[in-house]
T-cell receptor
Framework: AQKITQTQPGMFVQEKEAVTLDCTYDTSDQSYGLFWYKQPSSGEMIFLIYQGSYDEQNATEGRYSLNFQKARKSANLVISASQLGDSAMYFCAMRTSGTYKYIFGTGTRLKVLA | GAGVSQTPSNKVTEKGKYVELRCDPISGHTALYWYRQSLGQGPEFLIYFQGTGAADDSGLPNDRFFAVRPEGSVSTLKIQRTERGDSAVYLC?????????????FGQGTRLTVV
């Protein structure tokens, strides 16, 4: 079965500090993609970063990086130099070549403190 | 606009009524997805289309829910005999194609409230 697990319901981080949001996944497919989305209080789902299962290097997009550990089936999001605007819900998602649908975790609510 | 557009943004309906939710995907995107998100939860898959056909409707909760995409662009999610438990935000997303592992782009959602 395909599953995404996010074990941190809520996280706090001081402004300008780095924070890691955890994500583990379960799939028997060899080809899959891992995604992180941000959902501010306005409700829109904003795509942040993508990691393919065959990518050998960790993905980076500006202040976002994905710590991909394939053997552990983890895909943690690292946000560097946190900003107040980073306060939001963050969802980890997976899409496999077998099912094509995006499976989401339950999310982590991040609060950045001034 | 260039993004995914959903209408209406809010819908309040009485229990037992019929509702239609509309999604306009990004032009050129062949894959279209519907999700439902309850408060404090992650998006829950309902159905996705590749072109005009529903490729996977395994997430539709029961036969009161139905979705169409007759011309391979705009999609409508239809809910018959609405129940209070159907209250949620319904999200639509589109991606370039099913075959590629690319990100899906989401609309702002339709907040459905059944009273």
């Amino acid at each position: 079965a395909q599953k995404i697990t996010q074990t941190q319901p809520g996280m706090f981080v001081q402004e300008k500090e780095a924070v890691t949001l955890d994500c583990t996944y379960d799939t028997s497919d060899q080809s899959y993609g891992l995604f992180w989305y941000k959902q501010p209080s306005s409700g829109e789902m904003i795509f942040l970063i993508y990691q393919g299962s065959y990518d050998e290097q960790n993905a980076t997009e500006g202040r976002y990086s994905l710590n991909f550990q394939k053997a552990r089936k983890s895909a943690n999001l690292v946000i560097s130099a946190s900003q107040l605007g980073d306060s939001a819900m963050y969802f980890c998602a997976m899409r496999t070549s077998g099912t094509y649908k995006y499976i989401f975790g339950t999310g982590t609510r991040l609060k950045v403190l001034a | 606009g260039a993004g995914v557009s959903q209408t209406p943004s809010n819908k309040v309906t009485e229990k037992g009524k019929y509702v239609e939710l509309r999604c306009d995907p990004i032009s050129g995107h062949t894959a279209l997805y519907w999700y439902r998100q309850s408060l404090g939860q992650g998006p829950e898959f309902l159905i996705y289309f590749q072109g005009t056909g529903a490729a996977d409707d395994s997430g539709l909760p029961n036969d009161r829910f139905f979705a169409v995409r007759p011309e391979g662009s705009v999609s409508t999610l239809k809910i018959q005999r609405t129940e209070r438990g159907d209250s949620a935000v319904y999200l639509c997303a589109s991606s370039f194609s099913i075959e590629r592992n690319t990100e899906a782009f989401f609309g702002q959602g339709t907040r459905l409230t059944v009273v």
